[in-house]
């Protein structure tokens, strides 16, 4: 049958059913359709090489010294170390590939070695990597030694009260950094202020970013309320910079100013943007990411923002994209940049992609894992939605938790959130009203400190967002009229907070290398240096730090279960008594089952896991014996919590020789007396989905058993529930409490039961 008449079949999901299905390579080169790009190599790419005469580059990956292009030209003046090219260049590529992933060569060798490596150079090494060695590497080479994180704090409506009250609920959960984006370019002042008042709740010492045009964002920096700029884009053709009205010199002067002031200063770049800009002169992503990088650290920044970025979608849907993600972050660390290693643009819709694209970050760590992780809702998320977005913000704490790893974030209780919540509310209100700039209402800001996103609130509207953001621009309200305010209106700690953060522009500690502030202290790739060399080196939980990783929400415990429990109690005294009438003893009646009930039925346990009161399953079990035209008899097992055991016990008190086990969890089995312990009749094994019409029927097929029949099977349908995932954890400390009140020896007991009123 032709492909394309044979019937498709539902039982796989086709990739390409994905918004995000897989491109042709072909269909991007500009210049030449006939020639695509690759993630790693293009036929277009130069190979590596160099020559000096006189002291200078003579020629460069393939290209003489007169047709350099400006960023031949940047890099060879700024970039390689006329001193290690020779040595470096004349190292065979995988010698130095070996070396990435060789523990016992020391970090520094390696960061001397790459700064005489021409761009082509560096990226002929990286790809002979494997995946699993790009990880590896990038652990030993990132510069600081404890990993951190950013958050993106947005709102669709570009609410100040939301901004304030979200930034504070990330500083709570640990980022490093906030940065924020404006769906209105006019709100960027409005959202500094918000952003800059909200950060400084709770702790003092996370960096905020406002990404803006860059010279308005200059100006906002200028004005005190962001420590740092991360979204200063550099390209790897020249027509690329040419198309934006840059150069590389034009960078290199917006980097110094920025520096100049004491502002922590690192720019953007990442595979797909010249794409993008429809110039890549079909050339490799990883070789115009590499020249990208050989620009910034000729530029003197102190690092980078890539892996990606905005061009990541389009990047991921090449083959080898997401290795090419990670390999262009080894080369920024390599270089001895700082790196936000993006994991920031939702690259694809698949939850399996997604969580394989962030865990290799996780483990190795990074500077800044996500630049930034959407810790807003997606739909709030004017960056667009992150690869990991408020939606998942539970599951990469979980994350950390599974794997021991440190991705900068921290549990949050929900008391403590809406505390702070409240707080950064008030506290911005209080700076908007000061400087006369709005008067928030209560309902207002009521609405948002509840709210999970900007669907919930009630708040100013677009217009008057607008109005807020051009009056501080117009005024020329800075950082300390807005720290006066606060000290004013009684929000002393948020004020002195504000103000530690721009004193540090003055020591300029912070611009460092990869330096973030922890506890009221600069740590950066200088006090903190990552000193990986096997095992034991580098960066390793404290017990301290494990112990916050570790202590995600909604926990389960023993006390817990038996709490819940307790609520159940009461209920079930109402319905059903048990009395004990002494040892059960077996009968010779031919017509006799007995239901074998572990030790915590109906005492410490009360309900199924399915949720069904234990008095509703008993009362199901007895009259589906009775009317299969048998006897029942309630047993309680006091020497085994084991469903087979209970089963296999009771069928030999049993006249009939046939008996039902069932534990308070509700997982029950039919046995007979002369089977082996698990060779079972009958056996209800997941008792999260099994039904009171289901137990009543596996009592009439007791029944049938005892009468010399053969009935047809109960069987639980399942469609493929991750039971296991969802109720195990229970399920072991509801064992592990019926295991407790057992006695070896111990004898069953005949327990008479008396059920009071209609049943559950």
């Keep these: 049958m032709a492909e394309e008449t044979r019937p498709r079949a539902n039982r796989w999901k086709r990739f390409s059913d994905w918004d995000d299905r897989p491109l042709r390579l072909d269909q991007f080169a500009v210049e030449d359709p006939d020639n695509g790009f690759a993630a790693f190599k293009s036929p277009h790419d130069p190979k590596p090489g160099f020559a000096i005469e006189a002291g200078r580059i003579a020629s460069m990956d393939g290209a003489l010294a007169r047709d350099f292009d400006m960023i031949d030209v940047f890099i060879a003046r700024y970039h390689l ?53 790009i990880a590896f590497a990038y652990g030993k080479m990132r510069a600081r030694k404890t990993p951190g994180n950013q958050a993106h704090v947005t709102n669709a409506k570009d609410d100040p009260l939301q901004m304030a009250a979200d ?93 100049s002031r004491g502002i922590k200063m690192r720019c953007t770049s990442g595979a797909g943007s010249e794409l993008l800009m429809g110039f890549h002169d079909r050339k490799s992503l990883l070789y115009l990411e590499a020249r990208c990088l050989c620009l910034q650290r000729a530029m003197g920044v102190q690092g980078t923002q890539n892996g990606g970025i905005d061009g990541a979608p389009v990047t991921c849907t090449v083959p080898g994209g997401m290795r090419e993600l990670m390999a262009e972050n080894l080369i920024a660390v390599w270089l001895d940049l700082e790196c936000a290693s993006g994991n920031d643009a939702r690259a694809t819709e698949s939850e399996i992609r997604v969580g394989a694209k962030i865990l290799p970050y996780l483990i190795a760590g990074s500077d800044l894992i996500c630049s930034g992780f959407g810790s807003i809702l997606k739909y709030d998320n004017s960056f667009n ?50 400087l006369g700039l709005a008067e928030p209402t209560i309902d207002m800001k009521q609405s948002v400190i509840a709210a999970s996103g900007s669907d919930e609130t009630r708040t100013f509207s677009g217009r008057e967002v607008g109005r807020i953001s051009e009056t501080i621009k117009d005024r020329n309200i800075t950082v300390i009229e807005v720290i006066k305010a606060l000290a004013k209106r009684g929000f002393e700690e948020e004020a002195q907070n504000l103000l530690n953060l721009v004193r540090l522009r003055i020591s300029g500690d912070y611009l460092q290398t990869s330096a973030v502030v922890r506890d009221g202290r600069v740590v950066s790739a200088v006090n903190d240096p990552n000193n990986y060399q096997g095992p034991g080196t580098g960066y390793r939980l404290s017990e301290a730090r494990r112990e916050q990783i570790v202590g995600i929400r909604d926990v389960l415990t023993r006390p817990e279960v038996l709490r819940v429990e307790s609520n159940y109690r009461s209920a079930e005294s109402s319905r059903i008594l048990y009395s004990t009438l002494g040892p059960a003893q077996p009968t010779k009646n031919g017509r006799d089952v007995v239901i074998g009930i572990s030790p915590a039925f109906g005492v410490k346990l009360f309900q199924t896991v399915a949720g069904h009161p234990l008095s509703a399953v008993l009362r199901a079990l007895i009259a589906g014996i009775a009317e299969g035209g048998c006897t029942a008899r309630v047993v309680r097992m006091r020497h085994t919590a084991d469903t087979s055991f209970l089963g296999l016990s009771a069928a030999r008190l049993a006249g009939s020789g046939v008996g039902v086990g069932i534990q308070a969890k509700g997982t029950a089995v039919i046995h007979q007396k002369d089977r082996l312990p698990h060779n079972n009749l009958e056996l209800f094994s997941n008792s999260p989905i099994t039904k009171l019409d289901h137990y009543q029927r596996m009592g009439f097929n007791a029944a049938a058993y005892a009468l010399g029949e053969l009935p047809e099977p109960v069987i639980v349908p399942t469609r493929g529930e991750a039971m296991g995932s969802r109720y195990h954890a229970r399920v072991s400390l509801i064992y592990a409490i019926e295991t407790e009140m057992t006695a070896e020896g111990a004898e069953p007991e005949e327990i008479d039961v008396a059920f009071l009123g209609a049943a559950a």
């Design 81 to 133: 170390d006329p001193e290690v090219v020779p040595e470096a260049m004349g190292m065979p590529s995988a010698d130095i590939a070996r070396m990435l992933v060789d523990m016992n060569v020391p970090r520094a060798e390696l960061v001397r070695l790459a700064h005489g490596m021409t761009p082509a150079k560096l990226a002929d090494v990286v790809s002979q990597l494997s995946s699993l060695e």
């Design 167 to 259: 930034a504070a609920t990330a500083v709570a959960f640990g980022f490093d950094e906030i940065e924020t984006t404006m769906r209105v370019a006019r709100n960027a002042w409005s959202n500094a202020v918000a952003c800059a008042v909200g950060a400084s709740v709770g702790r003092w010492g996370t960096l905020f970013q406002c990404s803006s045009e860059e010279a308005e964002e200059l100006k906002i920096g200028m004005a005190g309320f962001t420590s740092y700029a991360e979204t200063v884009s550099v390209y790897g053709t020249e027509k690329s910079f040419l198309d934006g009205d840059d150069t590389p010199w034009s960078k290199a002067f917006l980097a110094a100013a920025y520096a």
């Design 385 to 434: 939605a992150s690869l990991l977005n408020g939606e998942e913000l539970e599951d990469y704490l979980v994350l950390q938790r599974d794997f021991e790893s440190d991705g900068g974030l921290t549990p949050v209780s929900e008391t403590r959130v809406m505390d702070l919540r409240a707080r950064a509310v008030d506290a911005v209100s209080a700076v908007l009203v000061e």
